[in-house]
T-cell receptor, first 114, second 114 residues
Framework: GNSVTQMEGPVTLSEEAFLTINCTYT??????LFWYVQYPGEGLQLLLK?????DKGSNKGFEATYRKETTSFHLEKGSVQVSDSAVYFCALASGGTSYGKLTFGQGTILTVHP | DTEVTQTPKHLVMGMTNKKSLKCEQH?????MYWYKQKAKKPPELMFV???????INESVPSRFSPECPNSSLLNLHLHALQPEDSALYLC?????????????FGPGTRLTVL
C-alpha cells in the first residue's frame, strides 16, 4: 500500500535559517505529491504540489521537487520567519479512483524563534 | 470562492446528546470528505462522498452518520458519542478528475465530548 515518511520532529530554528523537511514515499504508479501546512488552531492549507516527476512546486518561498528516482519530495525554504511556525504534512494521492485518497505523513512540527 | 466553511467552530456535547456538524463549499467540487484529527497527528479519513453518494466509509462507528443533501453541503450527525471521540473534525472537498487534484480543507470543528 501507499505510505509517506517524514523526518522526525520537532524542528526548532532561528529566524532566517535554512529549512529542510525530508519526505519519502512508497506508492504504485505515479502519485501526486503535496505539502500541507496547519497553523495553530486552524485547518490544513495546501502549501504546494507536484503532479509528475521532476516537477517543482513552490509557494511563499517554500519549494519541493518531485524526485521519482529517490521517491522523495523534500520541503525547503531559504530563510524562515517566525510566522512559518506550524505543523507540516507531506501527502500523496494515488490509486485508481478519480478523487485521490490522500495518504499523509506523520507531520513535522516547526518552531521558529526570533 | 475558494473556501470551505464549517460550523460550528467549537462544540461541547454530552454522551447522550445529538448534534450535527455542517460543511459547505461553492467551488463546484463533486467530492467531499470528513476527517478526524487528534492533536499533533495527521487527519484520518472517515467518509468520502462523490456525486452526493457515499463512496468510502473507513469503518467508522455508526454513532457518526454522514449526509450529503446536495453538491455544496455535507453534514455529520453525531449521537451517543464517547469521550475518545473528542477531536478536530475537518471537512474537505476536491475536483473529481484523473489529475488527482488537491483537497481543500475547512477550518474544522473542535469537538469535546464530556
Amino acid at each position: 500500500g501507499n505510505s509517506v515518511t517524514q523526518m522526525e520532529g520537532p524542528v526548532t530554528l532561528s529566524e532566517e535559517a535554512f529549512l529542510t523537511i525530508n519526505c519519502t514515499y512508497t506508492a504504485t504508479g505515479y502519485p501526486s505529491l503535496f505539502w500541507y501546512v496547519q497553523y495553530p488552531g486552524e485547518g490544513l492549507q495546501l502549501l504546494l504540489k507536484a503532479t509528475k516527476a521532476d516537477d517543482k512546486g513552490s509557494n511563499k518561498g517554500f519549494e519541493a521537487t518531485y524526485r521519482k528516482e529517490t521517491t522523495s519530495f523534500h520541503l525547503e525554504k531559504g530563510s524562515v520567519q517566525v510566522s512559518d511556525s506550524a505543523v507540516y504534512f507531506c501527502a500523496l494521492a494515488s490509486g485508481g479512483t478519480s478523487y485521490g485518497k490522500l495518504t499523509f505523513g506523520q507531520g513535522t512540527i516547526l518552531t521558529v524563534h526570533p | 470562492d475558494t473556501e470551505v466553511t464549517q460550523t460550528p467552530k467549537h462544540l461541547v456535547m454530552g454522551m447522550t446528546n445529538k448534534k450535527s456538524l455542517k460543511c459547505e463549499q461553492h467551488m463546484g467540487h463533486r467530492a467531499m470528505y470528513w476527517y478526524k484529527q487528534k492533536a499533533k497527528k495527521p487527519p484520518e479519513l472517515m467518509f468520502v462522498y462523490s456525486y452526493e453518494k457515499l463512496s468510502i466509509n473507513e469503518s467508522v462507528p455508526s454513532r457518526f452518520s454522514p449526509e450529503c443533501p446536495n453538491s455544496s453541503l455535507l453534514n455529520l450527525h453525531l449521537h451517543a458519542l464517547q469521550p475518545e471521540d473528542s477531536a478536530l473534525y475537518l471537512c474537505a472537498s476536491s475536483q473529481l478528475d484523473r489529475k488527482r487534484g488537491e483537497q481543500f480543507f475547512g477550518p474544522g470543528t473542535r469537538l469535546t465530548v464530556l
